[in-house]
């Protein structure tokens, strides 16, 4: 089976800016969530969906927000971009279960100037 | 308020010899922890999990420990093998069934196994 599929790998934006990150999770898996890593918090969880619905929801703000779609693809887009927001922005597959364990892509970097 | 803890945030240890990587935490809802490895460039892989029910899990090489009266978990990685070098990350879920779908992950330890 081919893992999690996260694209761009990188990519490079200026404050003000929005983007969209685009994931496709392993074949059969209905559940995506998307963390964001940095060197100072660590990973923090975005949020999660489910069957095109969003079941959880981390402490961000609005200018985050994703989807997902009927084959299970997902996207996050960030608005208003700030310097803050540079990080590995990380997408994670899972059949969608109860307490599975989570299959993470490669990630996009994205940096902010 | 961080709620998974890693106070380490680097351990180097010889090859052969046992790796023992910490996490504490503070939730007390938490029922569900796992750890996962990290190498550069890449995404977090899997590594054992535990459920709060446990206090113990083994696969292969590595061990899972829960203490939950100090809320306090450990991986013993044995013997440690140069390849094992990453950076290792604890994460708790909570909830009934781990019902609220998301993972709380500790800041990471980076392991360095000498050869």
């Known amino acids: 089976k081919a893992g999690v599929t996260q694209t761009p790998r990188y990519l490079i934006k200026t404050r003000g800016q929005q983007v969209t990150l685009s994931c496709s999770p392993i074949?059969?898996?209905?559940?995506v969530s998307w963390y964001q890593q940095t060197p100072g918090q660590g990973l923090q969880f975005l949020f999660e969906y489910f069957s095109e619905t969003q079941r959880n929801k981390g402490n961000f703000p609005g200018r985050f927000s994703g989807r997902q779609f009927s084959n299970s693809r997902s996207e996050m887009n960030v608005s208003t971009l700030e310097l803050g927001d540079s990080a590995l922005y990380l997408c994670?597959?899972?059949?969608?279960?109860?307490?599975?364990?989570?299959?993470f892509g490669s990630g996009t970097q994205l940096s902010v100037l | 308020d961080q709620q998974v803890k890693q106070n380490s945030p680097s351990l180097s240890v010889q090859e052969g010899r046992i790796s023992i990587l910490n996490c504490d935490y503070t939730n007390s809802m938490f029922d569900y922890f796992l750890w996962y490895k990290k190498y550069p460039a890449e995404g977090p892989t899997f590594l054992i999990s535990i459920s709060s029910i446990k206090d113990k899990n083994e696969d292969g090489r590595f061990t899972v420990f829960l203490n939950k009266s100090a809320k306090h978990l450990s991986l013993h990685i044995v013997p440690s093998q140069p390849g094992d070098s990453a950076v290792y990350f604890c994460?708790?879920?909570?909830?009934?069934?781990?019902?609220?779908?998301?993972?709380?992950f500790g800041k990471g330890t980076l392991l360095t196994v000498n050869p």
């Open positions: 074949s059969g898996h209905r559940s």
């Open positions: 994460a708790a879920s909570e909830g009934s069934g781990g019902s609220n779908y998301k993972l709380t």
């Open positions: 994670a597959s899972s059949p969608g279960s109860t307490n599975e364990k989570l299959f």
